[in-house]
């Protein structure tokens, strides 16, 4: 069974309140299950942070869609039950905090062997108290080449999950997009910077990536930078960014860039997108 001691973000022995902090956390998320099920905004807005509820909000407004009921439930049955999982760590930095859980998978590595699933929940003390403020799952191998269990890596968590100390202000509210579009970028050996009608999108490091085009698209003309930095000399790939209308169920590819020739830079395109 894989399980490791509970340990702050720098590795400092943990003082005596962490076993309290753990059950205080899974208490936290186990009120936010609770509140997705409900069905209600206003349910999980007490239980997530400013931030996430916030981007959340944000997220459907770009998309031209609203929080509804079933999305809410549908939150509850996509989350980790964690309590079914194998508590693995506690990781603390100041006012945010990460729970970690492992549970065998049903899959198997190419060799046969079983593979490992981590469940990771992040969580920041607010002036009301701990919030939810955002979770994502990981498969890996079960076992490392040494053969022991493979253990979880907070440094692979995306800059948004950081357990960094830092609490995030909620987002300014944005307005629905005009229409709603998808942007994809492929980007391995490179970070790739992508702004749209002067907005700008997450970077893309060394991976793909696919999100709701912040700002969303308009009719007619749409402005769009892209800057490429390559971070791998070794890579064989080359980068490219798509981005597609939302139609409803329906997409439809309105843009693509793959450099030929150069790669890196800063190179500042548009296309037209009619309705």
């Given at each position: 069974?894989?399980?490791?001691?509970?340990?702050?973000?720098?590795?400092?022995?943990?003082?005596?309140?962490?076993?309290?902090?753990?059950?205080?956390?899974?208490?936290?998320?186990?009120?936010?299950?609770?509140?997705?099920?409900?069905?209600?905004?206003?349910?999980?807005?007490?239980?997530?942070?400013?931030?996430?509820?916030?981007?959340?909000?944000?997220?459907?407004?770009?998309?031209?869609?609203?929080?509804?009921?079933?999305?809410?439930?549908?939150?509850?049955?996509?989350?980790?039950?964690?309590?079914?999982?194998?508590?693995?760590?506690?990781?603390?930095?100041?006012?945010?905090?990460?729970?970690?859980?492992?549970?065998?998978?049903?899959?198997?590595?190419?060799?046969?062997?079983?593979?490992?699933?981590?469940?990771?929940?992040?969580?920041?003390?607010?002036?009301?108290?701990?919030?939810?403020?955002?979770?994502?799952?990981?498969?890996?191998?079960?076992?490392?080449?040494?053969?022991?269990?493979?253990?979880?890596?907070?440094?692979?968590?995306?800059?948004?999950?950081?357990?960094?100390?830092?609490?995030?202000?909620?987002?300014?509210?944005?307005?629905?997009?005009?229409?709603?579009?998808?942007?994809?970028?492929?980007?391995?050996?490179?970070?790739?910077?992508?702004?749209?009608?002067?907005?700008?999108?997450?970077?893309?490091?060394?991976?793909?990536?696919?999100?709701?085009?912040?700002?969303?698209?308009?009719?007619?003309?749409?402005?769009?930078?892209?800057?490429?930095?390559?971070?791998?000399?070794?890579?064989?790939?080359?980068?490219?960014?798509?981005?597609?209308?939302?139609?409803g169920k329906e997409r439809r590819e309105v843009f693509?860039?793959?450099?030929?020739g150069k790669i890196e830079g800063t190179y500042a395109?548009?296309?037209?997108?009619?309705?």
């Amino acid at each position: 069974m894989l399980s490791l001691p509970v340990v702050t973000a720098h590795g400092a022995p943990p003082a005596e309140t962490d076993a309290t902090l753990q059950k205080t956390l899974e208490s936290c998320w186990r009120n936010h299950i609770n509140a997705c099920r409900s069905g209600k905004a206003s349910a999980i807005q007490q239980t997530m942070s400013a931030y996430w509820f916030g981007t959340l909000k944000n997220n459907l407004a770009e998309a031209k869609r609203e929080l509804t009921g079933d999305m809410i439930r549908s939150m509850a049955e996509n989350g980790p039950d964690v309590f079914r999982m194998r508590f693995t760590r506690l990781i603390v930095n100041g006012p945010t905090a990460g729970l970690v859980y492992s549970a065998d998978s049903r899959e198997k590595d190419a060799s046969g062997k079983p593979r490992i699933e981590f469940a990771f929940i992040k969580f920041v003390k607010e002036a009301s108290g701990w919030k939810v403020d955002g979770m994502m799952r990981r498969g890996d191998v079960k076992f490392g080449k040494d053969g022991e269990e493979t253990r979880f890596n907070p440094s692979d968590l995306p800059p948004q999950l950081a357990i960094d100390g830092k609490v995030r202000e909620a987002p300014a509210a944005v307005s629905a997009a005009e229409l709603p579009g998808i942007l994809d970028v492929f980007s391995y050996g490179y970070r790739t910077l992508v702004t749209v009608n002067g907005i700008k999108q997450d970077p893309v490091e060394g991976k793909s990536a696919s999100a709701i085009v912040r700002g969303g698209l308009k009719r007619g003309r749409n402005t769009i930078t892209i800057a490429l930095v390559k971070i791998d000399k070794e890579t064989g790939f080359f980068p490219s960014v798509k981005v597609w209308l939302v139609d409803g169920k329906e997409r439809r590819e309105v843009f693509t860039y793959e450099p030929n020739g150069k790669i890196e830079g800063t190179y500042a395109l548009a296309f037209d997108v009619g309705r």
